[in-house]
């Protein structure tokens, strides 16, 4: 079942931020920028000042709350969220040293983390290891299934396909409900040591990095 959800944002005229950052008697991770909104904060990595137009913050601040909210809900509502991730983290993106932001009147604090990838080309690697691809990667085999309300999601199995047809789903929307990928497990530790020591070598293109980032979410400790 698929929900459609949109959104309308309105954005109040914003104060210019000042650049002071309130004094804090613990070492924290990150340091907190005032906004010029009350409770408002921008988390930063220590002793860096973000550039960003209050205009910004109040987008950032909107995003973060709306994905707080549906950070509490599952389902139909997941992929609402996965929207405001890709928003939240394009601006830290587009921020140098921006790392979170912090509502007291929300009791909110949303921090987004970078991290390394490692992503996999699954051609180039079973073209790179060969023979010694079975003993090196595992295949999962992983069907997603976005089910009508008619069909018994519990029942759906290795015939997941028959019972959609049996449920009076049509041929050609048992394609579109229905999805199979395979998806690798991979021995990365071995891989790298075959690499270190010469005896295998990666085609290019086969393994590259990337930065992901990781969006969590707390509240605000009052004892503190």
Do not use: C
């Not at 924290?28 to 930063?44: A, D, H, I, P, W």
């Not at 929300?106 to 010694?132: F, Q, Y």
């Not at 690798?184 to 290019?204: A, H, K, N, P, Y």
């Amino acid at each position: 079942m698929e929900h459609q959800i949109k959104y309308i944002m309105n954005l109040e005229s914003e104060p210019q931020i000042q650049s002071e950052t309130p004094k804090n008697s613990r070492k924290e991770r990150f340091s907190l920028q005032r906004t010029g909104r009350k409770g408002v904060f921008l988390r930063t990595e220590p002793d860096t000042e973000v550039q960003i137009p209050p205009r910004m913050v109040g987008i950032f601040l909107q995003r973060a709350k709306r994905y707080a909210r549906l950070k509490k809900k599952i389902g139909v509502l997941d992929e609402a969220r996965l929207g405001e991730d890709r928003g939240i983290k394009n601006i830290v993106k587009t921020y140098k040293g921006l790392r979170g932001i912090k509502s007291v009147s929300d009791n909110l604090v949303l921090t987004v983390i970078p991290r390394k990838k490692v992503v996999w080309n699954p051609d180039l690697l079973r073209e790179s290891l060969g023979d010694a691809y079975p003993t090196l990667v595992h295949e999962d085999v992983v069907i997603k299934v976005s089910p009508p309300p008619s069909v018994d999601a519990i029942r759906l199995n290795t015939v997941i396909e028959e019972h959609l047809r049996i449920s009076g789903v049509s041929e050609d929307d048992v394609e579109k409900v229905s999805n199979m990928e395979r998806v690798q497990r991979i021995d990365e530790d071995r891989i790298q040591e075959l690499v270190d020591s010469g005896r295998l070598t990666l085609l290019d293109g086969t393994k590259t990095e990337e930065i992901d980032y990781s969006i969590t979410l707390g509240v605000i400790d009052k004892n503190a």
